[in-house]
């Protein structure tokens, strides 16, 4: 295995402990009903809809990124390119007529760019898991944390947020592999003034997948310090330091850091496929190859 892969490796085996200890409990409470140390539906309400006891839903939920790789994301890709050039194109004609043009990319990846991204679509994914969370219980469907009188209702709602960031790792990974995929095509936009000498008008140049990339990074990072704010605040007056509920709460804040594991596997596949991806992309543009300026080489 090449040394890039490593910290994605070890995220996913981390990912892979996590669901085998929530496959052990369902395998208990099956065989020995009512003796679970959570009630079931507190794992069952966010699936539902997928046939099979808990086990088969896990798997399933395992593969689900895989299969929606390969048959959303690559069998489409030049498609979901041109969805967000597009997009992107529209949303620019507000500010200026930008330009277009292909930055020819390095073909190495780090194993610290790789990890990053899956630390981001993680935490996007954890904080739209805490969102849903409350949402089911502002409908009543389950109970959320905002009152807490034992360790258990504690334990019920790292759960109840752990099978969502699985449930919604389906959805939130064919949003951002779009992304990434024009990142590393080198598509970039420029914008230079043509008006009059003395017109105040920067200089623009940046890379299509900017502005999304920046939002979804963005939101990622402040949802998710706004969750565990908000947790510690609604859970730490109920708890001491010698409870094991303090465990519960710390298991939360590490959340994000164990479902990235999650998104490895799809992140793997996109590296290895990404040559075909990139030479696909490029059958379906026209822009002419750029070369960037070299701003280090600008005297002062």
């Known amino acids: 295995m090449e040394k890039k892969y490593i910290p994605l490796l070890i995220t996913f085996i981390v990912t892979l402990t996590i669901i085998m200890f929530f496959m052990i409990i369902g395998i208990t409470y099956y065989l020995n009903p009512g003796d679970s140390m959570f009630a079931d539906e507190t794992v069952l309400i966010f699936i539902p809809f997928i046939p099979g006891p808990l086990i088969t839903d896990l798997l399933i939920i395992l593969v689900a990124p895989i299969v929606v790789f390969i048959v959303i994301f690559y069998s489409l890709a ?13 949303l620019s004609k507000l500010g200026g ?24 679509v993680s935490f996007f994914t954890f904080s739209l898991a805490v969102f849903l969370v409350e949402i089911l219980e502002i409908l009543g469907i389950t109970d959320g944390f905002l009152l807490y009188s034992s360790g258990i209702q504690i334990f019920d709602t790292v759960v109840q947020v752990y099978v969502a960031c699985l449930f919604l790792g389906i959805i939130t990974i064919l949003v951002f592999l779009p992304v990434w995929h024009l990142e590393d095509s080198g598509l970039t936009s420029y914008q230079v003034s043509t008006g009059e000498e003395d017109e105040r008008s920067p200089v623009d140049i940046q890379g299509v997948h ?91």
């Open 78 to 90: 030049p498609y979901w390119a041109k969805l967000l050039i597009g997009i992107h194109k529209l």
């Open 97 to 120: 007529n930008p330009k277009y043009g292909v930055i020819k990319m390095g073909k190495k990846a780090t194993g610290r760019m790789l990890f990053f991204r899956a630390m981001v």
């Open 210 to 300: 900017a502005p999304l990339a920046g939002a979804l990074t963005g939101y990622a990072g402040f949802a998710t310090i706004l969750s565990w704010i908000t947790f510690i605040i609604m859970v730490y007056p109920t708890i001491s330091i010698s409870d094991v509920s303090l465990l519960f709460l710390i298991l939360f804040i590490l959340l994000p850091f164990i479902v990235a594991g999650f998104f490895s596997i799809p992140i793997y596949l996109y590296e290895k496929k990404l040559p075909s991806l990139l030479s696909r992309l490029e059958s379906y543009w026209d822009y002419d190859h750029i070369k960037p300026p070299e701003f280090e080489k600008v005297e002062s």
